[in-house]
């Protein structure tokens, strides 16, 4: 079993800051890449970041300067650093983990953790 779990959503007042985090636990032997993804009320899920496990990062264009992806392979953690919030960064903000669990697999499976409400006011 692997399990996700996201923490540090909340509400927050256009131009504030917020720190997201993302812990993978269980049966894991390593961690390819890990991102967060988001998905605002009636619209599809939408990627915000990604970062391998040598931590090469990948974000979506309007994310960009304001967000900031990283990552603890120790604590099998991610983090999503988000400034200068917007009313339209309101979203559900999910992440997720490719695990291997076994040495002799490859590219693993796809894991989701269940979702962090973050909610900016303006």
């Known amino acids: 079993q692997v399990h996700v779990v996201e923490s540090g959503g909340g509400v927050v007042q256009a131009g504030g800051s917020l720190r997201l985090s993302c812990a993978a636990s269980g049966s894991i032997f390593s961690i390819n890449t890990m991102g967060w993804y988001r998905q605002a009320p009636g619209k599809q899920r939408e990627p915000v970041a990604t970062?391998?496990?040598?931590?090469?990062?990948n974000f979506a264009d309007s994310k960009k300067g304001r967000f900031a992806i990283s990552r603890d392979n120790a604590k099998n953690t991610v983090y999503l650093q988000m400034n200068s919030l917007k009313p339209e960064d309101t979203a559900v903000y999910y992440c997720?983990?490719?695990?291997?669990?076994?040495?002799?697999?490859?590219?693993?499976?796809?894991?989701w953790g269940q979702g962090t409400q973050v909610t900016v006011s303006s």
């Open positions: 997720n983990a490719r695990v291997r669990r076994r040495v002799d697999e490859v590219i693993g499976d796809l894991y």
């Open positions: 970062i391998t496990s040598g931590g090469i990062t």
